[in-house]
């Protein structure tokens, strides 16, 4: 089987479990995705097979404890589509859902393109490209029975767990909040449970999004005017089960909450 093929049948499968809502307990060996590389084209093979457009991008593993729960080494980018986006207020479905958490996310909305180029981007360079941020709750999920387990390759197939997606109203005023020391306020069921902080995300949400950004640039892709990236879990992941209802207070970039059926 020619490589070309491995990733259009692995595309294939990943695409109808997601459709579908199942799982499996890893790709067959014959089309499994063997380095980051072609987990990176499966992942644009699904986006060139289906109907909704892309929202914008995820990063999954962006603490060390994080990488050390799914055995991998860094960092994960994944795409999030739009029939996937729900907005604040909404009523998130559980249903099939393995890893039931919700994950509190500071997301970036981009103003202006960042091509690929043949160095690495600065910060300045990529917050100089940014029109606002979005405080954001993602309700990630996986095609894989045992995630833990599945391997890096296989989980940037898989999109990096991307699922459900919640995102808050827009916030114009960002630049002075403290991505780093600020507390965001974490309500499960109306009552106080532990905060997150930005210095939980690759020590600094910008820089996560600094690494995305690179990220697709050493793949050939370009960050849009329009897409928004969500840049990981500020603080160990809210495990919630149908019923439940989180909200998530970043003050002045302010709240988004969802509940859960």
């Given at each position: 089987?020619?490589?070309?093929?491995?990733?259009?049948?692995?595309?294939?499968?990943?695409?109808?479990?997601?459709?579908?809502?199942?799982?499996?307990?890893?790709?067959p060996?014959?089309?499994?995705p063997?380095?980051?590389?072609?987990?990176?084209?499966?992942?644009?093979?699904?986006?060139?097979?289906?109907?909704?457009?892309?929202f914008?991008w995820?990063i999954a593993?962006?603490?060390?404890?994080?990488q050390?729960?799914?055995?991998?080494?860094?960092?994960l980018?994944?795409?999030?589509?739009?029939?996937?986006v729900?907005?604040?207020?909404?009523?998130?479905?559980?249903?099939?859902n393995?890893?039931g958490?919700?994950e509190?996310?500071?997301?970036?909305?981009f103003?202006?393109?960042?091509?690929?180029?043949?160095?690495?981007?600065?910060?300045?360079?990529?917050?100089?490209?940014?029109?606002?941020v979005?405080?954001?709750?993602?309700?990630?999920?996986?095609?894989y029975?045992?995630?833990?387990?599945?391997?890096?390759?296989?989980?940037?197939?898989?999109?990096?767990?991307?699922n459900?997606?919640?995102?808050?109203p827009?916030?114009?005023?960002?630049?002075?909040?403290?991505?780093?020391?600020?507390?965001?306020?974490?309500?499960?069921?109306?009552?106080?449970?532990?905060?997150?902080?930005?210095?939980?995300?690759?020590?600094?949400?910008?820089?996560?999004?600094?690494?995305?950004?690179?990220?697709?640039?050493?793949?050939?892709?370009?960050?849009?005017?329009?897409?928004?990236?969500t840049?990981?879990?500020c603080?160990?992941?809210?495990?919630?089960?149908?019923g439940?209802?989180?909200?998530?207070?970043?003050?002045?970039?302010?709240?988004?909450a969802?509940?859960f059926n």
């Amino acid at each position: 089987m020619s490589t070309a093929e491995k990733i259009d049948q692995a595309a294939n499968a990943l695409l109808t479990m997601w459709q579908q809502r199942t799982r499996c307990d890893g790709l067959p060996q014959s089309y499994r995705p063997g380095s980051r590389a072609e987990g990176y084209a499966v992942q644009q093979s699904i986006g060139d097979k289906q109907q909704h457009a892309l929202f914008g991008w995820k990063i999954a593993a962006t603490s060390i404890e994080g990488q050390r729960h799914i055995a991998v080494n860094g960092p994960l980018a994944g795409r999030l589509y739009t029939d996937r986006v729900l907005r604040h207020g909404a009523s998130v479905t559980l249903k099939n859902n393995l890893m039931g958490v919700a994950e509190i996310e500071f997301a970036f909305r981009f103003g202006k393109a960042l091509s690929p180029i043949t160095r690495p981007y600065t910060v300045d360079e990529v917050l100089d490209a940014v029109a606002c941020v979005h405080p954001s709750i993602e309700v990630p999920d996986s095609r894989y029975n045992d995630f833990v387990q599945a391997g890096e390759a296989q989980l940037v197939a898989d999109n990096a767990c991307a699922n459900l997606y919640v995102i808050g109203p827009r916030a114009d005023d960002w630049r002075g909040f403290d991505y780093v020391n600020q507390a965001i306020e974490v309500r499960l069921n109306g009552e106080i449970v532990e905060s997150g902080f930005g210095r939980n995300v690759l020590g600094d949400p910008r820089v996560a999004l600094t690494w995305l950004v690179n990220e697709l640039s050493g793949l050939g892709i370009s960050c849009e005017p329009g897409q928004v990236v969500t840049t990981g879990t500020c603080r160990v992941p809210v495990a919630v089960k149908p019923g439940d209802r989180v909200e998530a207070n970043f003050l002045t970039l302010g709240s988004v909450a969802c509940s859960f059926n």
